[in-house]
Antibody
């Protein structure tokens, strides 16, 4: 079955760029019309949607993060990526990649999550 | 401050029934978008529990049920078991954000 796996640095310095990759295994990222997403969970437990990219490449971002976020697809590597610029300690969280069938459907598939700490 | 409002905690004894509420607005639940529920065990990713109007994926016991009305939704867990102790989150699409919103999460304690 399709699985998602996040990878990237666990520690990022303030003002730098957080970069994470989600590798899709067991299926092609190009097949079907899916919403490939990034979601984060703060240490206090709240979940926040960061954004998603549709299989066509169209992106949608949380307005509160839009100026700092880029989500992209790499079909050759079967991956999608997150870049978050100008990070601060407030960006410290567990970052999940996830997949949904369409924007109104449930998030059926989740990665295991990766903790990113912003600290000097 | 989460867009969807959930109680921070609920508790119940084994065998009892608990209800977790989720209140939204006219831009998400009230707009007719499906409300979904997730269960998160410690150290793991959230797992889909209920999709939309009481649709359970295979493997989820029928002790879990959901309902939706107006701008609110409820998750009902009957016959509480120790293994149900977890955090529960609601989630929906929000047309004002053009994206997903979540509840703040409810910690269920089985006494």
């Amino acid at each position: 079955q399709v699985q998602l796996q996040e990878s990237g640095p666990g520690l990022v310095k303030p003002s730098q760029t957080l970069s994470l990759t989600c590798t899709v295994s067991g299926g092609s990222i190009s097949s079907g019309g899916y919403f490939w997403s990034w979601i984060r969970q703060y240490p206090g437990k709240g979940l926040e949607w960061i954004g998603y990219i549709y299989s066509s490449g169209t992106t949608y971002y949380n307005p509160s993060l839009k100026s700092r976020v880029t989500i992209s697809l790499d079909t050759s590597e079967n991956q999608f990526s997150l870049r978050l610029n100008s990070v601060t300690a407030a960006d410290t969280a567990v970052y999940y990649c996830a997949r949904a069938g369409y924007y109104g459907s449930a998030i059926v598939l989740w990665g295991q999550g990766t903790l990113v700490t912003v600290s000097s | 401050q989460s867009v969807l409002t959930q109680p921070p905690s609920v508790s119940g004894a084994p065998g009892q029934t608990v209800t977790i509420s989720c209140t939204g607005s006219i831009s998400n639940i009230g707009a007719g978008y499906d409300l979904h529920w997730y269960q998160q065990l410690p150290g793991t990713a959230p797992k889909r529990l209920i999709s939309g109007n009481n649709n359970r994926p295979s493997g989820v016991p029928d002790r879990f049920s959901g309902s939706q009305s107006g701008t609110s939704s409820s998750l009902v867990i009957t016959g509480l078991q120790a293994e149900d102790e977890a955090d529960y989150y609601c989630q929906a699409y929000d047309r004002r954000l053009s994206g997903w919103v979540f509840g703040g999460g409810t910690k269920l304690t089985v006494l």
